[in-house]
């Protein structure tokens, strides 16, 4: 697609149901991150995915996060039994590679809100 | 570890005014540096970016910001603020030895006045 594209872009859900959050990056990017952005913690790292393996989950805050690629193109971070402290903006961003200098393209974001 | 500082969290400049905002940042490795721009309910913008050409590096929209290795800093400026400049900034250093991951500043947010 033209952009990175993310869904939903808003998601209300109530404190220990699971979440589903999607990325379609840009068509050809091989390198795709999630960031998550909240009021106390700016934007953090969460995880980096080179083709559909990640070899950096080092941001992933506990097991309730987890999140795969499939066919070197959409990604799904799942975030299990929410809690309150996991609502934020979710970010996804794709590149042409992780050796292109950066400067990736970033989608609007989900903004979770766990009630 | 990498990390950028951004010094004030709200800076506030009248239209026609120089925009100046600060980033300082901390790499053991020469370092990518990028500047993202953030209006509301949107993602983030590149503005520009730095990845050891020239220290003076121009953007989008008037922007520009120069690597200063002396000082470690990659301050952004804009001679001329417009109402449109509204917005946060974010200033960001690249990890090439981890897959390119970002490291953010905490942001700044621009308020131009009339």
């Known amino acids: 697609g033209a952009g990175v594209s993310q869904s939903p872009s808003n998601k209300v859900t109530e404190k220990g149901k699971d979440v589903e959050l999607r990325c379609d990056p840009i068509?050809?990017?091989?390198?795709l991150y999630w960031y998550r952005q909240s009021l106390g913690q700016g934007l953090e790292f969460l995880i980096y995915?080179?083709?559909?393996?990640?070899?950096?989950k080092s941001g992933l805050p506990s097991d309730r996060f987890s999140a795969e690629r499939t066919g070197g193109s959409v990604s799904t971070l799942t975030i299990q039994r929410t809690q309150q402290e996991d609502s934020a903006v979710y970010l996804c961003?794709?590149?042409?590679?992780?050796?292109?200098?950066?400067?990736?393209?970033f989608g609007s974001g989900t903004r979770l809100t766990v009630v | 570890a990498q990390s950028v500082t951004q010094l004030g969290s709200h800076v506030s400049v009248s239209e026609g005014a120089l925009v100046l905002l600060r980033c300082n940042y901390s790499?053991?490795?020469?370092?990518?540096l990028f500047w993202y721009v953030q209006y509301p309910n949107q993602g983030l913008q590149l503005l520009l970016k730095?990845?050891?050409?020239?220290?003076l590096v121009k953007g989008i929209n008037g922007f520009e910001a120069e690597f200063k290795k002396s000082e470690t800093s990659f301050h952004l400026t804009k001679p001329s603020a417009h109402m449109s400049d509204a917005a946060e900034y974010f200033c960001?250093?690249?990890?090439?030895?981890?897959?390119?991951?970002?490291?953010f500043g905490g942001g700044t947010r621009v308020l131009v006045k009339p």
């Open positions: 961003a794709s590149s042409l590679g992780p050796d292109r200098g950066g400067g990736y393209t």
């Open positions: 068509s050809g990017h091989t390198a």
């Open positions: 995915f080179q083709g559909n393996s990640a070899p950096d």
């Open positions: 790499s053991s490795v020469p370092p990518y």
């Open positions: 730095y990845t050891s050409a020239a220290t």
């Open positions: 960001a250093v690249s990890d090439q030895a981890a897959g390119n991951k970002l490291t």
